[in-house]
């Protein structure tokens, strides 16, 4: 339920704080006067929720219910976290995920499993040498942290680090 200073928000019902300009989980815009940031007269038909840039329609659109600018529009998002590294290498996909947790963010590694009983895939989450079925491991962190962890994974490995890990 939420508290006295929340709503919910009518496009995805997730708690939004009142004085909050746009849903932070599914980019809807609530405030009037909320302008694209490239075309500065244009009404911003959503906020990404990877990056927070309000966007015209020219400039982004709703993927899935989800509000993304062009810039984003591709990325992978499963329950309001977004792959920002894939590999099919256990050791490789733990060590992203440790650097991500020592700088303070919050990853969680994912592959795809296909059930027998059911004809699509589903994420489920990875454990540690648990048959994966070659798989990717998808390393995922919460939308609000996509730059940081991409910043992070961009940037040299430290020296003390296996070699070809991100």
Do not use: Q, W
């Amino acid at each position: 339920m939420p508290e006295n200073d929340e709503f919910l928000c009518p496009k995805c019902g997730n708690c939004v704080n009142e004085e909050d300009d746009f849903c932070p989980h599914c980019g809807s815009v609530f405030a009037e006067g909320v302008f694209c940031e490239k075309h500065r007269r244009a009404e911003a038909a959503g906020v990404c929720i990877v990056c927070g840039t309000p966007c015209c329609d020219e400039c982004g659109a709703a993927v899935d219910g989800l509000f993304l600018c062009n810039h984003h529009s591709e990325y992978e998002i499963f329950k309001g976290m977004v792959k920002v590294c894939g590999t099919h290498d256990e050791g490789e996909a733990e060590f992203a995920g440790s650097r991500l947790s020592d700088a303070g963010l919050h990853p969680a590694l994912f592959h795809l499993r296909v059930p027998r009983h059911i004809s699509r895939p589903e994420y489920v989450p990875y454990r540690d040498g648990e048959d994966f079925n070659a798989s990717e491991i998808k390393v995922m962190v919460p939308c609000d942290e996509v730059e940081t962890a991409e910043k992070i994974l961009n940037s040299p490995t430290p020296p003390d680090s296996p070699p070809g890990t991100p």
